[in-house]
């Protein structure tokens, strides 16, 4: 048998996630307000879900769902919650090569979903790595390190990078031509119909024969817009509104369930949690406490 001669490829890398500093998974009500800051390593801040505003000494931006912003390092920047709850992660790192990221710092960021899942398996793996940097080493006990947690963050962070760079930095002719102007307004006619109906229970069925379209087109171009089906959008809008009237605290969970059509108020509680990451309960006693932020992920 012959052996033969195989001419290698070199794969070199122009860009290194160093070192992480903290994961956080964080839970805003409405009232939060955060003073500002600044640090050596980079910061990311992904919106999960609801809206907040951003603030450095140069800009103010507010930050929707599936948005995110890059926080270059040594700029003093502040974080509030636009009026409503939410739902955000901020990783912090450093690298060997800040000029790269230099093109999208500092301003809003598309996160497809490719980026989300890096986001989210980044938060998932990277917690444990960093939970004694955040003074609860009782969370390394709990949950313990994944298989190759390290190597594992790196390169989702690397990657995640490299995609916002791509994603926006792109030709805004060629996003224009992939986008076509028939998927936006379809979209735009979906959301609208969810927050007209927010308090009800509706079907992609019904949906559908109000904008005129097959469920498979509206739920096709609704998840490549979004990142989410219609459906799972539908029931975090319905949280969300959940969340503003827990806030009011003038009604109790079964007359919110009521409210917001919920088959139930054992699944309404349900729905909460895994959306919100707390009970209904949990959430209550933070707004009434006075508490402006909870960490989902290490439950403080």
Request: charged residues 20%; contains cysteine; neutral net charge.
């Amino acid at each position: 048998m012959n052996e033969i001669t195989l001419l290698p490829t070199k794969l070199n890398s122009i860009f290194r996630i160093r070192e992480l500093f903290h994961i956080h998974s964080y839970y805003y009500t409405p009232q939060f307000v955060f003073n500002g800051e600044c640090h050596a390593p980079w910061e990311f801040v992904f919106v999960q879900s609801g809206r907040v505003v951003v603030e450095t000494a140069d800009s103010r931006y507010i930050l929707k769902e599936g948005t995110a912003i890059l926080h270059k390092p040594h700029e003093f920047h502040k974080i509030k919650a636009d009026n409503t709850s939410c739902y955000l992660f901020i990783i912090t790192f450093s690298t060997d090569n800040d000029p790269l990221l230099m093109p999208v710092a500092d301003r809003p960021l598309h996160a497809d979903e490719t980026a989300k899942n890096y986001i989210l398996n980044i938060i998932a793996d990277g917690t444990s790595l960093v939970a004694d940097k955040m003074q609860f080493s009782d969370q390394n006990k709990a949950n313990p390190v994944p298989f190759a947690a390290e190597q594992t963050v790196k390169n989702l962070l690397e990657l995640l990078c490299l995609r916002l760079l791509r994603q926006n930095t792109a030709d805004p002719d060629s996003q224009s031509s992939a986008q076509p102007s028939t998927d936006n307004a379809l979209v735009l006619s979906v959301l609208k119909i969810i927050e007209k109906n927010i308090c009800e229970k509706i079907s992609l069925d019904f949906i559908a024969k109000q904008v005129g379209y097959s469920v498979s087109r509206i739920s096709s171009v609704f998840k490549t817009y979004t990142g989410m089906s219609v459906i799972d959008y539908y029931i975090r809008q319905r949280i969300r509104k959940a969340q503003e009237l827990i806030f009011e605290n003038k009604h109790s969970f079964q007359e919110i369930s009521d409210a917001m059509n919920f088959d139930s108020v054992q699944y309404f509680s349900w729905q909460f949690k895994k959306i919100t990451g707390m009970s209904p309960s949990q959430y209550r006693n933070i707004t009434k406490s006075g508490a402006s932020f909870y960490d989902v992920r290490l439950g403080k």
